[in-house]
C-alpha cells in the first residue's frame, strides 16, 4: 500500500491475528493478517538495539501472535529472564507500518450518530432488560449531513437531508436498520449517552428479537461482545464492537470541556453550547407523545442527533480525539487512557532510536507524596493586584530537573525538603561533581545527557507554540478573505496545538499512576515539590524586591499563591506614585512596572534557582497575567477579580475572574449563579448601600421563580446505601439523597412509574426545600427535571431558606471578609423614625 494514502482507522488483535480498517486513497478497506512480532532479549553481542541503560538487545522474531504470546507467558514471570519490547501487538504493528506521521483525512472516517427511541409501557427503559419495543432509530452521517430514520408511524421529512424508512413492525425496523448498517459499517459510533443506552439497548433488543449471529453482523469482523463497567456506585454494561470506535460524545464533553454543569442532559449541555434546546415533549406521558403525535415525536428523535451533530461541529472533540489517537498512534478510544497513550508515545519515540522499551512491571501505590502548594492567603478586599502564572509548570519541571526513567540515580536523604532549599542552608555544590541535578525530595537526575522524557516534553511545548501561531495567523486570514480553506485550517492547528496540550499536562498523571510502565513515587514526587520550590522560591524574591523599593521590612506582598501563579499586592506602590490618575492610567503604571521592573527581578530569581539545584537548564518562565483594581480572597483557591487587563488585552469595561466561589460552582442553581456574579459586579464597582438594595431587588423576583428553577443542582449518589424499606430513608441520609428516596417512594406509591422516571444511583438531580406540613410529610424533595403535580408541593416549596442558601449564604460568605452586611442593621434611632 502506499503509506502517504493509507491510515488506520482500527487495529485489534482476535484470536491471534489482526484485523485492520483503514483508508487507501480515499476508499475504506478490511485487512485480516497473520502479524509476526517482535520481542527482544538481553545479548552480549554488539547490536544496534539497546535498553534504556545501553544493554545490548537482540530481537527475537515471532511467525505469529499465539507463538509471541506463549514465549513472553512462559518466560515474562522467570525474574532472570528479562522480556523487552512492546506485548501489545496492535500497537506494534501500528508502528512498524507507520514509522512517520500518520497522515490521515477526517473526510474518509465514516462518524454516524446514533439515537433511539423506544416505547415505555413498562416504566422507562432499562438497557440490561431491553424489554420495550423500539420504535425510532435515526443514524447521520457527520460527513455528508445526511440522515436516515427508520419509524412504524407515518411521518413525512420536512427536511431534504433526512430519508425516512417506514416499517410494518419492530423486527422489520430492525432488519431494515441491520442491512444499512451492514453496507456502511461506520468507523465510529457517537450520541448521547450512546455507549451506556443506545448501543446497549439496541444490542439487548436485537438479540431478543433474533440472536447472537445477527447482532454479530453489526462488527465488520462479525464479532461483538459485552461487558460491564463500575462507574461509582453503578454497574453498567457496555458493548464492544469488534471494528467499530464508540466515543460518546457525553464522555467526550465530561473529558475534554474541564467545565463542571449542573446537568449533563442534552437538553442542557445544547443550550449552555449552542443556545438551543430539545423538542419538549407536549403530553402528559412519553407514551401519549408517540401515540398521538407521532410526527412530532420522530422530529424528537432526529432533533437529539441534530444537537450533537452541532455539538461536534462547534466543539471538534471527536476531531480532537483523532487528533490524539494519530498523535500517539493508538486507536480511538484510547484517548481516555493517559497510560496507554503515553505509554505508546514513548515507545514509538524510542523504537527510532533503537531504543527498546523495558517489560511492565506490577507496582503498589502504597507511598503517598505530596502535592502542589497553596498558600494561605491574605483574606479580605485588596487593592491593585498583578498576577505572574508560570507557562505549563510540570512539564518544564521535567525539563528542568531532567526528570527520566534513565536519568535517575537515587535519592539523597540529606537533601531533602523545601524549607530547607528555600533557605539555602543546605550545600548542593556535590550535585556538580557528581554532575546530576537535585529535585527537593533529594531525587537526582543525571545531566550527561537530556532524558527521553524531557526531550518529548520539550518537542511537543515547540510544537505546540508553532500550531497555536499558525492557528492565529489562519484566523487573520479567514477573517481578510472569508475563505473556507481557513476555516478548515484553524480546526486542524487548534486541535493539533490542544492535543500537545492535554498530553504536556498528563505525563505528570501518568508518571504517578502505578498501573504505568514507568511508575516511580519518587520521580512524581520530584515534580510536585519541584514545582513547590518555585513558586516560594519567586514569592521570596518578589517580597525582598518590594519591601526594598518602599522601603518596609518584612511586609508580605504576595497576597496569595496556588500551584504555578503569584499574586502580588502593588496598592502602596500605586499610592506613592500615581496620584489622582484614572483607571487607565494606573494599569498602564502597572504593565509598564511589571514589564520593566518586576519580570528582572523574576528572570533573575529563577536563574539563581537552576544553578543552585544544578538544573540541566533554566524552564521556569513566568509572565504577567492580570491587572486588577481589586480583588476578593475568602479562602484558599476561592477568589475574585475586578481585570482591567489580561495578558496584553485591555478592557474598557472590568472583567470578572471568579475562582471557587458559588458563583462559578455548578452545585448553585444556575439563576443564583447569573444573579451571584452581579453582586459581585456591585461589590467591585458600587458600595454597600448598592448592594443591599440588589440583594432586596432579587428576592422579590426569586419568589416569582418555578421550583425547578430554584432548586440546587447535585449528584445522587448513594441512594441504594441510604433506602429504609420500612421508613424511606436511614438516620444520617444526606438531604439530597432523602429526597430522591422520597421521590421515589411517592412515585412507586402513585404509580406514576410510566409517567417520571425513577432516581438512580449516580443521576444528576433538583433538590428543594419544602414547608411543614405537607404531602409528603417531609422537609425536603428531589426530583429529576421537574416535580411531579401530582405531588401538589408548589405551594409548599420554601422559598425564604431556598433563598437564604442558594444565594445570601454564598453572599455573606464574601462580604464577611470585606465587613459588609446584606441588610440595613435596625438601630435605635430607626427605631422612634
Known sequence: MNLASTFYTNVVEHKGKLLIRGVNNGKPYLSRINYSPKLFLPTKEQSIYKTLDGINLKPKSFNSIPKAKHFYSEYSTIPEYKIYGMNRYNYQYIADEYRDEVRWNKDHIKLFTLDIETECEGGFPDPDTAKEVIICITVKNHSNKQLITWGTGDFISKKTNVTYVKCQNE??????????????????????????????????????????????????????????????????????????????????????????????????????????????????????????????????????????????????????CLTMAYDYKVNYIDVYSQVRCWDTLIYNHLLKKNIIIPPREDHEKDTQYEGAYVKDPQLGLHKWIVSFDLNSLYPHLIMQYNISPEKFVGVDTKAVGVENFLTEKLD????????????????????????????????????????????IEAKKEFQKTKDPIYKNEISRCHNIQMAKKIAL????????????????????????????????????????FMNKILNTTNVNYVVASDTDSIYLKLDTLVDKVCKDKTTQQVTDFIDKAAEDKIQKVIDDSFSNL?????????KMIMKRELIANKAIWVAKKRYMMNVFDEEGVRYETSKLKIMGVEAVKSSTPEVCRGKIKDAIRVIMNEDEDALIKFVSDFK?????????????????????????????????????????????????????????????????????????????????????????????????????????KTFTDPLRFILNSIGWKLEREASLESFFE
Request: aromatic letters at 16%; hydrophobic letters at 35%.
Open 171 to 320: 423486527k422489520h425496523l430492525l432488519m431494515e436498520f441491520l442491512k444499512f448498517w451492514c453496507k456502511n459499517h461506520p468507523d465510529i459510533v457517537t450520541g448521547w449517552n450512546v455507549k451506556f443506552f443506545d448501543v446497549p439497548y439496541l444490542m439487548n433488543r436485537m438479540r431478543f428479537i433474533f440472536d447472537n449471529d445477527t447482532i454479530n453482523k453489526m462488527s465488520p469482523w462479525n464479532f461483538v461482545n459485552a461487558d460491564r463497567v463500575q462507574l461509582g456506585n453503578k454497574n453498567s454494561q457496555y458493548w464492544n464492537i469488534l471494528g467499530v470506535s464508540i466515543l460518546d460524545y457525553f464522555d467526550l464533553y465530561k473529558k475534554f470541556t474541564y467545565v463542571r454543569q449542573e446537568s449533563y442532559r442534552l437538553n442542557y449541555i445544547a443550550k449552555v453550547e449552542l443556545g438551543e434546546q430539545k423538542l419538549e415533549n407536549p403530553y402528559e406521558t412519553f407514551k401519549d407523545f408517540y401515540t398521538k403525535d407521532y410526527q412530532r415525536f420522530v422530529e424528537y428523535n432526529i432533533q437529539d442527533v441534530e444537537l450533537v451533530d452541532k455539538l461536534e461541529d462547534k466543539m471538534r472533540l471527536i476531531e480532537l
Open 428 to 471: 548542593l555544590n556535590f550535585a556538580k561533581s557528581k554532575d546530576v541535578t537535585i529535585a527537593p525530595n533529594g531525587a537526582m537526575f543525571k545531566r550527561d545527557k537530556q532524558g527521553f522524557l524531557p526531550e518529548l516534553m520539550e518537542k511537543m511545548y515547540s510544537d505546540r507554540v508553532v500550531f497555536k501561531k499558525k492557528a
Open 505 to 544: 499536562n498528563s505525563a505528570y498523571g501518568a508518571i504517578g499512576n502505578q498501573y504505568f510502565r514507568y511508575f516511580d513515587v519518587k520521580q512524581a514526587e520530584a515534580i510536585t515539590l519541584g514545582g513547590q520550590l518555585s513558586i516560594r522560591w519567586v514569592e521570596r524574591d518578589v517580597n525582598k
Open 610 to 618: 537552576a544553578k543552585y539545584v544544578n538544573a540541566f537548564g533554566q
Open 700 to 804: 422579590e423576583v426569586f419568589k416569582t421563580l418555578t421550583p425547578e428553577e430554584v432548586a440546587f443542582p447535585r449528584s445522587c449518589n448513594n441512594i441504594n446505601k441510604f433506602k429504609n424499606s420500612s421508613q424511606i430513608y436511614n438516620k444520617g441520609t444526606p438531604i439530597h439523597v432523602k429526597g430522591g428516596l422520597i421521590y421515589n417512594h411517592y412515585i412507586h406509591r402513585n404509580k406514576l412509574e410510566r409517567k417520571y422516571p425513577l432516581i438512580r444511583d449516580g443521576d444528576k438531580i433538583k433538590f428543594l426545600m419544602l414547608k411543614q406540613p405537607n404531602t409528603v410529610k417531609d422537609t425536603v424533595i428531589a426530583f429529576v427535571t421537574r416535580i411531579p403535580e401530582e405531588f401538589d408541593l408548589h405551594k409548599y416549596v420554601d422559598y425564604d431558606t431556598q433563598f437564604e
